[in-house]
């Protein structure tokens, strides 16, 4: 039963993750598959005895009888995962080239949102230090990196565990699930564009509290306090050009993404704002 404003104040979806009294990470098991949707999914799924885990993910689980691929991509829009060992010939066969989205393995996390706004201002600051594809709030994907590889990165991002290790510390439980795969590699696309306006979004968000600030600047320069309060907002903005400018070196690595084009133009924007608000400091 889908939840729709005709039954809402009749029924609530119960979901399948419940967070314990005390915060952990907990691995997701048992699963041949996961979709991940900004929509509910037809009617016709629950045949496949679907689990609505949280808002936005399903799982599908494992059993003797092998799950009908065909049947899966025909029929869902979401974008769906399957343990890496699912596809043991398709990954046989492109043995020896260079790993495509489609054939990257990804780790599934997933939390509930926070309440509080201060612990969501804190969870939204680790985003920002780490490599993810975000599906809606609380459920994301990372890129599966060899901790080898990883080094080149040691100190300016997050590897998942330590993404998962600190939300944790925050006071969420996160579920997840490591090594997974792109059931559809035509979901390639999807992929992109979801990395590309997540690039878009947050050069967005620094040139809107840029020109935020330059406001605040013009009204309030005379205020005690003011002076210092506008050198670290300033500060903040420039770590966030920074983290953006790290991440996309490390999209056009893994990937081969070219999204420098987007940082640079909202640095260049910034770097104005930025002149203007120093007149009025």
């Known amino acids: 039963m889908v939840d729709t404003p005709h039954n809402r104040t ?3 979806v119960k979901y399948s993750l419940e967070e314990p009294i005390l915060p952990v990470s907990i691995r997701l098991t048992g699963f041949g598959a996961f979709f991940l949707t900004n929509t509910p999914l037809p009617k016709h799924h629950t045949r496949l005895v679907l689990s609505h885990l949280r808002p936005g993910l399903y799982g599908i689980k494992q059993t003797k009888k092998k799950l009908s691929i ?17 596809l043991t010939q398709r990954a046989k066969s492109q043995k020896g080239t260079t790993a495509s989205i489609g054939e990257r393995r990804y780790v599934l996390i997933t939390f509930y949102p926070f309440k509080d706004a201060t612990l969501r201002q804190k969870a939204n600051r680790l985003v920002w230090q780490t ?3 975000r599906i809606r709030p609380g459920l994301m994907i990372t890129p599966h990196i060899r901790i080898s590889r990883f080094r080149h990165y040691e100190g300016i991002l997050l590897r998942p565990s330590e993404y998962v290790q600190q939300v944790v510390e925050l006071g969420k439980t996160v579920w997840y699930a490591p090594k997974l795969q792109l059931l559809k590699p035509t979901q390639e696309q999807t992929f992109e564009t979801l990395i590309q306006n997540m690039f878009e979004e947050r050069a967005e968000f620094i040139i809107r509290s840029s020109n935020k600030l330059l406001h605040e600047a013009k009204e309030s320069s005379n205020r ?15 770590k966030r050009l920074r983290q953006i400018r790290v991440q996309s070196a490390f999209f056009q690595r893994e990937f081969g993404f070219d999204y420098l084009p987007i940082v640079t133009r909202t640095a260049a924007k910034v770097s104005r704002i930025r002149q203007k608000i120093l007149l009025n400091v």
């Open 10 to 12: 009749h029924y609530s």
């Open 70 to 86: 065909p049947e899966l991509e025909s029929k869902s829009e979401a974008i769906v995962l399957i343990p890496r060992r699912e």
């Open 131 to 133: 490599p993810l594809i």
């Open 224 to 238: 005690p306090g003011w002076t210092k309060s506008a050198r670290q907002q300033l500060n903040l903005l420039r």
